[in-house]
């Protein structure tokens, strides 16, 4: 059996090996985002089966998760984005994400983006989360994924998403910080709406003198 396991670079089933999976995914995740990194890829960098991989955390995304130690399930917000018609969509994911930060989930969430404040791996492995979990598919279910500017509006929305994050749980800026949900939703929703289907007017590039 030693011998099997040395050739097919297999680590035995123990905790060091789940560890190992983790460890080679925020490496991947990190160096070569979401979609460049694969799970033969992750499984080399462990140096394990990639069947051990899906044996432990399933799918791709769900190893990202993992690796992030994201602790809500993105598609807790998605289900909310999707309830409701397209001139609500920005008040819905205002709400759907303030509701995940004034929940306990939030103090993990904190931890996130101060890692990310902090470190080039931690503001790698987060533009990927809110960039590939959250707005690319929140693009997709409003079938902006043609639209020529689909990546810039994600990448505001993100900002401002990310910004609010920030000012209200992080640096706790007042009034800010202690206003009531529905005052930061009214508030900050109609900028998200316009990012996500509202007019983006992009200046033309200067040409050559």
């Not at 979990?133 to 993100?158: F, T, Y």
């Not at 007042?174 to 998200?192: D, G, K």
């Amino acid at each position: 059996m030693a011998d099997m396991a040395r050739r097919t670079g297999r680590r035995p089933g123990n905790p060091d090996t789940r560890e190992a999976i983790l460890v080679a995914a925020r490496a991947a995740f990190a160096d070569r985002g979401y979609d460049a990194a694969s799970i033969r890829a992750i499984a080399a960098g462990a140096e394990v089966d990639p069947a051990l991989v899906h044996h432990y955390f399933g799918t791709k995304e769900q190893l990202f998760l993992a690796a992030m130690q994201v602790p809500f399930n993105p598609n807790d917000i998605l289900t909310q984005v999707e309830r409701g018609g397209r001139d609500e969509v920005g008040e819905r994911l205002v709400r759907a994400f303030l509701t995940v930060w004034d929940s306990p989930a939030g103090t993990a969430g904190a931890a996130l983006l101060r890692s990310a404040v902090s470190s080039e791996w931690g503001a790698r492995m987060l533009r990927e989360f809110v960039s590939r979990q959250i707005l690319r598919r929140v693009i997709r279910l409003l079938g902006m994924e043609q639209d020529p500017h689909a990546g810039l509006r994600a990448s505001l929305a993100g900002s401002q998403l990310v910004g609010l994050a920030m000012v209200r749980y992080i640096i706790r800026v007042e009034p800010m910080a202690s206003a009531p949900r529905e005052t930061i939703v009214a508030a900050v929703a109609p900028t998200l709406q316009r990012y996500l289907i509202g007019a983006i007017d992009v200046p033309a590039e200067p040409g050559p003198h």
